[in-house]
């Protein structure tokens, strides 16, 4: 299926793991796609496919993903450095804090690339680069990553498949759908028509110094990845080492959460300006590329946008093609877009700002969609 070979790189390997679950074939009177799939989009889609492989669109260019690790680097040296020749006086001190945030943002954008497969063709290769990027320069868990997006890309936006939606119902609504179904039974968890207001002091600080923290080591604990968390650990030796040479422990403590909050909310404000603003329901069992195109939308490129962004700008791209080097997505795009004409498929592309207040115009569109619903005898 699309699935299976949008998210493996090596199909022969995998295809032998496969064989023991065979329990037989469809009659040759019966259709291989389902109704609610859209078979001419299908193939086409498929043919799509053939032709990015045919063109090299999946082959990494790995000097581009060695000038990104370098210039990570450079900036995670450059945190120390700061404060280690001027001082951890106020200037020195935040100018540090902003260093280190980019580079922990840039990392997070660089693990993605591994953890999709995308930087190396050797699988094994990606895989431990992967865990040097994800645990010894983040400090988190590489499979926590992996078993948490591998379901994001399956079921984007699938309300109890897709758990970057996890937070409805609990802290947010989302979707005009499910907001309307959750105040047509009188549920509530939070003021949800306040909810544009509370985002701001909620998820984009706070995702990274406390769920992100906990979630990431009880599912390397429960799960058993000794190896992940062996690695996580060397990220915190090292931190508090080289910094608690240079800070008191309150300075010490307060860098670090703010860092935390700072690149939380960078990374909180980029992954969501895609998938929030888009439709959010139940798996309706549509085609791959319908479910992809319904769940993400893409934001203009630039220089900056690409970089800011890590190049999930090319969401749609990204989310057709989960291991497509990032710095070919420019290239696919006006195939893609050109596909979703030919059928009728809304190809959302918007500025920057205009997706982060897409953000919040959502989140008031559910908020207040609940309450009607609420309200209503």
Same mark, same amino acid.
């Given at each position: ?12 390997? *995998?295809?032998?793991? =496969? ?24 193939? /086409? ?36 450095? #700061? ?61 926590? $990553? ?18 970057? @939606? ?11 759908? =499910?907001? *309307?179904?959750?105040? @047509? ?17 909620? &998820?984009?600080?706070? &995702? ?12 390397? +604990?429960?799960?058993?990845?000794? *190896? ?7 990220? +915190? #030796?090292?931190?508090?080492? #080289? +910094?608690?040479? !240079?800070?008191?422990?309150?300075? !010490? ?12 909310? $960078?990374?909180? $404000? ?9 439709? @959010? ?24 946008? /690409? ?12 989310? !057709? ?10 290239? *696919?795009?006006? !195939? ?16 920057? &700002?205009?997706?982060?207040?897409? @953000? ?9 969609? $609940? &309450? ?6």
């Amino acid at each position: 299926q699309d699935a299976f070979v949008a998210f493996h790189v090596d199909k022969a390997l *995998v295809s032998k793991y =496969l064989k023991p679950l065979q329990i037989g074939e469809l009659a040759p009177d019966q259709p291989s796609i389902e109704p609610t799939k859209n078979k001419m989009l299908v193939e /086409d889609f498929r043919e799509l496919r053939a032709t990015v492989e045919k063109m090299g669109l999946l082959e990494p260019n790995q000097l581009f993903f060695f000038l990104l690790l370098a210039h990570i680097l450079l900036l995670d040296t450059a945190a120390w450095l #700061i404060l280690f020749y001027f001082g951890t006086s106020l200037m020195p001190f935040v100018g540090s804090l902003v260093v280190l945030t980019i580079s922990q943002v840039q990392a997070s954008w660089l693990q993605h690339d591994l953890g999709h497969l995308s930087v190396f063709r050797a699988t094994k290769w990606n895989h431990l680069l992967h865990k040097f990027v994800m645990c010894h320069l983040i400090g988190a868990s590489a499979k926590w $990553w992996t078993l948490l997006h591998s379901q994001h890309h399956a079921k984007p936006n699938c309300f109890r498949k897709d758990p970057d @939606i996890d937070m409805h119902p609990f802290l947010f609504t989302l979707g005009k759908k =499910l907001s *309307v179904e959750l105040g @047509i039974k009188k549920k509530k968890y939070m003021p949800y028509n306040h909810q544009h207001k509370y985002f701001f002091i909620t &998820l984009p600080p706070l &995702l990274f110094p406390t769920y992100f923290h906990y979630h990431t080591f009880y599912i390397a +604990y429960t799960k058993g990845y000794w *190896v992940d968390l062996a690695w996580m650990m060397t990220f +915190y #030796i090292r931190f508090f080492f #080289i +910094y608690g040479s !240079l800070l008191e422990i309150k300075s !010490l403590v307060a860098y670090y959460f703010i860092f935390r909050m700072m690149e939380s909310s $960078w990374f909180v $404000w980029v992954s969501q300006m895609n998938h929030i603003p888009m439709d @959010i329901y139940y798996d309706k069992n549509l085609d791959w590329m319908s479910t992809q195109l319904q769940a993400t939308c893409n934001v203009e490129q630039s220089l900056f946008n /690409d970089w800011f962004t890590g190049h999930l700008n090319f969401q749609i791209e990204h989310h !057709l093609f989960p291991t497509m080097p990032r710095h070919n997505y420019w290239k *696919v795009a006006p !195939l893609v877009k050109s596909l979703c004409a030919k059928h009728g498929i809304e190809y959302q592309c918007k500025p920057l &700002l205009t997706a982060f207040a897409d @953000i919040v115009h959502s989140l008031k569109d559910s908020g207040d969609l $609940w &309450l009607d619903a609420y309200l209503h005898k």
